[in-house]
């Protein structure tokens, strides 16, 4: 099957709503990896926000240990993610072979994931579900982190609140259900993957998830004894329950265990340009999570064709101006929701999803609306509303309801 310069072989990979295939550039005879994703199935299950994420943040990122999309092509059914192929599968298949790693691989692999994970939260965004499924290995037997279908894009500092990852890896903040902060989830995270490479499985374990997740929040786990002091001193640094004194990147870089034959690996714009100066003069540098460097990736996503998914699922999309706060402007959309027999459900703390409410559902067919809330001054934001599926009728009905009650507020503020 052929989808634009791409030959699609056989299947490599599976999940819920995509098939990765093995693909071949029929020009250049070069392999790559092609996931092939259903749009019928992402709209139904209300993932288009998700899928849009994944190859936005994707394109944002260009590092050594990281997995790089190279195109992204869509017809009326499919949308097809043209990726790097890395040959030698997932390193939990390594894992599953061997049981354990020996501890020279183990750091390289450990060094290899800071430094991605590290670049990833240098540019606002947060994996969220790291873990040896997610970490693929090359033909040089070097790590790259794939899958970021749950990852998060944040201001550094900004508190999540989505709970997402794999239960044996999730940290204890993101179990409770509060806000958190993405950076530490993520360390947590990696903190497992370094345990469980070199003894062979994972620290924390049980039949149950309830008594799992309680092992997490109070980090009941046991080092094997063959553990060195340099090896639990790092690991008990970052499998820390507070996140508050949970280790950061910058404390790992400077553990002993960590600094052996340790060569950072840098990724795209680490060159003249990766060293900035703020407007007191100071040099930011690696390692600081630096909000110059969210703010570019946000503009390349606002300014750069190739980052426009707005029609990937076929969606209508209006702007509007509102001259009030963040919350006075969510509570104007609740209002012309409830207009045009709309429920509100919050996702986060700038975007809501509308529903039809109840009683009607059966008269109306699926239905996918949303509206994001950026606040550009504390008393200005921009509100988009998108429609990826359901009836248009409603769409600009809201759309209607909304402006009005926009024009008729400022007005009279």
Not at 131 to 143: M, R, T
Not at 168 to 184: L, M, N, Q, R
Request: include cysteine; hydrophobic fraction near 35%.
């Amino acid at each position: 099957m052929m989808v634009g310069k791409y030959e699609l072989k056989r299947t490599i990979g599976e999940g819920m709503f995509a098939k990765v295939k093995l693909g071949v550039e029929v020009e250049s005879n070069a392999t790559v990896a092609v996931k092939v994703i259903d749009k019928k199935t992402v709209i139904k299950n209300n993932l288009m926000y998700q899928v849009k994420r994944e190859i936005s943040t994707m394109k944002l990122l260009d590092h050594p240990n990281i997995v790089k999309i190279r195109e992204v092509l869509a017809t009326k059914t499919k949308i097809y993610l043209v990726m790097e192929y890395v040959a030698g599968g997932p390193l939990s298949d390594k894992l599953d072979y061997l049981k354990k790693i020996d501890e020279k691989e183990a750091r390289k692999y450990f060094h290899q994931l800071i430094d991605a994970v590290d670049y990833c939260h240098s540019r606002g965004v947060y994996h969220r579900d790291l873990k040896p499924e997610n970490l693929l290995l090359d033909s040089k037997g070097n790590i790259k982190v794939s899958d970021f279908g749950l990852s998060a894009l944040k201001k550094p500092g900004d508190l999540l609140s989505t709970a997402c990852g794999s239960p044996s890896y999730v940290a204890p903040e993101v179990i409770t259900h509060k806000s958190y902060d993405g950076a530490a989830a993520d360390i947590w995270s990696c903190g497992v993957v370094l345990f469980q490479l070199l003894a062979g499985f994972l620290p924390f374990q049980d039949r149950t998830l309830t008594n799992l997740y309680r092992k997490i929040a109070i980090a009941d786990y046991t080092f094997p004894v063959r553990f060195t002091s340099a090896q639990k001193k790092l690991i008990s640094k970052i499998l820390e329950p507070l996140p508050t004194k949970r280790a950061r990147i910058s404390n790992i870089l400077e553990e002993e265990w960590f600094k052996v034959d340790y060569r950072q690996n840098v990724g795209l714009d680490c060159d003249e340009n990766y060293l900035s100066q703020t407007s007191s003069g100071e040099t930011q540098t690696h390692g600081e999570n630096n909000s110059w460097r969210f703010i570019n990736a946000f503009r390349l996503i606002a300014m750069s064709k190739d980052l426009d998914l707005s029609g990937l699922f076929q969606e209508e999309k209006i702007k509007f101006g509102s001259e009030h706060p963040v919350d006075e402007t969510f509570a104007k959309i609740e209002v012309a929701a409830k207009d045009v027999d709309l429920s509100v459900k919050r996702i986060n703390n700038s975007r809501v999803r509308l529903h039809v409410s109840k009683g009607l559902s059966r008269s109306r067919s699926h239905y996918s609306l949303s509206a994001e809330v950026v606040e550009v001054t504390p008393k200005y934001c921009v509100i988009e509303v998108s429609k990826s599926a359901g009836d248009l009728g409603s769409y600009k009905e809201f759309c209607k309801s909304l402006s009005s009650l926009l024009k008729d507020n400022s007005r009279s503020s």
